[in-house]
């Protein structure tokens, strides 16, 4: 919402919406396109799927969320009645019901047998509050979410007793290429598919991987159906990775990944049998990967898509910690989930993905001077992720802001420099498939590929499929890698 502008808020003209209620049923295709019909202007944006929820209630402002704290208490086998004891009566409750057309016209009838409700809780979805003015809807949002947060705190305080975890792990920088490599997806002799990878870790991640009974709270499914989308149902949860065993670590890693995607084919052949046969499969790598003793990886083609799973799988943990907290998390079955995953509307954006030629590419430019900074655009503007080192830490952060990319201080005449570095790139994007050495203290040619040179240690450990500890800072593990090399005349540059 910080960078929205105008043009990514479609206006419909309201009277024409309202009138959609009378009919008794719309597909999700026709919706759309009447709600396009009625757009202010033509070329805006789609309006969002619960445009005619909004359209359908009487007041003037209405505010959604999905507020981690409701979704903690309905997400409940009891949900609905645990959200009726908490609001007493001034807050209608919907049941479960897809978002579309249907939602929208039960909401509305929800709200006409009790037209003094101040908001509506949609079970296992999320929440409405409405007003007469924004101020009046909002205020509304911020109490009716603290009287869930007052109900979580009667919870109780440890719920997730911990498992028995190794003394000393493998670090996030060390895995990550690991986890990375293993979720590629590779077909005949095609350049692999791979995925951005990024870390999140702290006190709350780390308790909720290093439960005992992960392997079961983990496993029911997403807190709101709109999050299967980034995250899948289920993230994919791998052995903890023990100091000194990282061979042993990768050969597990690759058979939960098979074991994963073997799962979610079977997942999907059996649901898309129930609609007849009519979906497009998605493919079935994870997009969260829960790491006992690390933390947590978010998944994605593209950085961005990583960041989005990363903070909705950070969101999943703390509602399903609340949820377990006073009772037991329980979410939609799947059923429900995969009509939303493969919703039509969805299917229909799918069908139309364009990936650019670097897209789920990670790239680091040593140097952010001119040629770097040119160099670095050029990567990001075919997809790639894109990573800047520099001796002047505030120029590579400027010219990685250009490419919303992670610019670092780094002189690549120091080994101790260059291997935090490359650990920093590891944890924000995954790994390292493309080395452009720009640096005006860079190596050139093959000859110069001394182990005793830290930049050239890094390109050669990309070009090699190898994998002792040096090329893990900066290769996909088990995966075929690019480098690209070049060498900038920029004395000033390191």
């Known amino acids: ?28 295709e026709a919706m759309v396109n009447l709600q396009r019909l009625n757009l202010l202007d033509a070329s805006a944006p789609n309006p969002s799927v619960e445009t005619l929820l909004h359209a359908f209630l009487p007041h003037k402002f209405v505010d959604h ?3 981690a704290a409701v979704l903690a208490l309905v997400d409940q086998p009891d949900g609905e009645a645990l959200a009726r004891e908490v609001y007493d009566g001034r807050m209608g409750i919907v049941p479960y019901i ?16 009790k037209p003094d409700v101040e908001g509506l809780i949609l079970h296992k979805h999320g929440i409405f509050t409405f007003g007469e003015t924004a101020r009046e809807a909002y205020e509304r949002m911020i109490e009716m979410v603290s009287l869930a947060e007052s109900r979580l705190r009667q919870g109780r305080p440890v719920v997730f007793p911990a498992a028995q975890i190794a003394g000393s792990l493998e670090t996030a920088a060390e895995i990550a290429p690991i986890l990375r ?38 496993q029911r499914g997403v807190v709101t159906p ?43 052949a059996r649901e898309n049998e129930a609609v007849g046969n009519t979906k497009t499969k998605l493919d079935p790598m994870p997009r969260v990967i829960l790491v006992p003793g690390v933390g947590l990886f978010g998944l994605g083609r593209t950085a961005k898509d990583a960041a989005i799973a990363g903070d909705l799988a950070e969101n999943t943990i703390r509602v399903v910690t609340d949820a377990e907290a006073i009772g037991r998390y329980d979410p939609l079955p799947e059923a429900d989930l995969f009509a939303l995953e493969y919703w039509s509307l969805e299917q229909a954006k799918l069908k139309g993905a364009v990936m650019k030629p670097l897209t789920g590419q990670i790239a680091v430019v040593t140097g952010a001077g001119a040629i770097g900074a040119a160099t670095a655009k050029a990567l990001a503007g075919d997809g790639a992720a894109v990573a800047l080192f520099d ?23 120091k080994p101790e420099q260059v291997k935090e570095a490359f650990a920093a790139v590891c944890e924000r994007f995954g790994g390292v498939d493309i080395l452009v050495s720009n640096a005006g203290a860079a190596w050139q040619g093959v000859s110069a ?22 090329a893990r800072l900066c290769a996909s593990c088990k995966s075929k890698t690019r480098a690209a090399y070049s060498c900038s005349t920029s004395p000033s540059r390191r």
């Open 1 to 28: 919402m910080a960078d929205m502008e105008p043009w990514g808020l479609p206006a419909v003209k309201l009277e024409p919406l309202r009138k959609m209620r009378a009919l008794d049923a719309l597909s999700d």
């Open 65 to 67: 969320t999905h507020a």
């Open 98 to 113: 897809a978002p579309g057309f249907g939602l929208a016209k039960a909401a509305a009838q929800v709200f006409e047998e």
């Open 181 to 218: 490599g293993a979720c590629a997806i590779r077909k005949d002799n095609a350049e692999p598919i791979r995925f951005i990878a990024e870390l999140r870790t702290g006190p709350e991640i780390l308790d909720y991987v290093n439960g005992a009974e992960l392997a079961s709270y983990s």
């Open 226 to 268: 709109d999050h299967i989308i980034r995250t899948k149902n289920r993230p994919l949860v791998v052995p903890v990775p023990e100091a000194g065993a990282l061979d042993d670590f990768g050969a597990a890693v690759q058979a939960a990944v098979e074991q994963f995607a073997a799962a979610y084919d079977t997942y999907f």
């Open 391 to 413: 001796i002047d830490g505030e120029a590579a952060k400027k010219a990685a802001a250009e490419v919303k990319g992670l610019g670092l201080a780094c002189d690549v005449t």
């Open 449 to 470: 590929m001394s182990p005793t040179r830290p930049c050239a240690r890094a390109s050669n450990s990309i070009s090699s499929r190898i994998r002792p500890s040096r």
